[in-house]
Each structure stands twice: as C-alpha cells, then as structure tokens.
C-alpha cells in the first residue's frame, strides 16, 4: 500500500509541476506540453495535481475539457479509493 500513496504523491506532483512548465512556456510562445499528455496525467492518477495547478496558475480555466473533465477524473479516482478500501 505504501507504494501506491508513493505514486500518487509523485504522480500529482508531477502533474503540478507540468502545469506550471506549460504555462512559461506559454508565456514565452515556446513549444508547449500537449494537451493529450496533461489529461494523460490527469487519467492516470494525478487529477488533485492538474487541478491544483489549472487554478494555482490560471492555466487551461476556459477549456471545457479540463473545466469539466478534470473535476470528473477526480470524482472517479475518489470513487474508486473509496470502493478499494471498503472491499
């Protein structure tokens, strides 16, 4: 079990820390992190993170697909932590 609140501790961590590169980079007009490999971070477990980081840097707040489907990513992860732990 350890290893699992490990990865999810990296695994936001990580998606934070794409969010804040991603929104220097557009800042700059450099190439930028693909929207895919952000929801990507999202899906696989890091959606506190990219959440986190969409309103800590006002990154990605007037995508729908974020707005909405981040929130959503969240809800199931949760939803599925609670059925884990309660079988």
């Known amino acids: 079990m350890d290893y699992l609140y490990t990865y999810f501790v990296i695994i936001n961590a990580v998606g934070f820390l794409f969010m ?32 986190m980081g969409m309103f800590f840097f006002r990154h990605k707040t007037k995508h729908p697909k974020f707005v909405i489907g981040v929130p959503l990513l969240m809800m199931m992860h949760i939803i599925i932590a609670l059925a884990a732990y309660h079988i």
Do not use: C, H
Not at 28 to 49: H, N, Y
């Open 20 to 51: 804040l590169i991603d929104k220097q980079k557009a800042k700059k007009k450099k190439w930028r992190i693909p929207e895919r490999t952000l929801m990507a971070f999202a899906a696989a477990g890091g959606s506190l993170g990219v959440l």
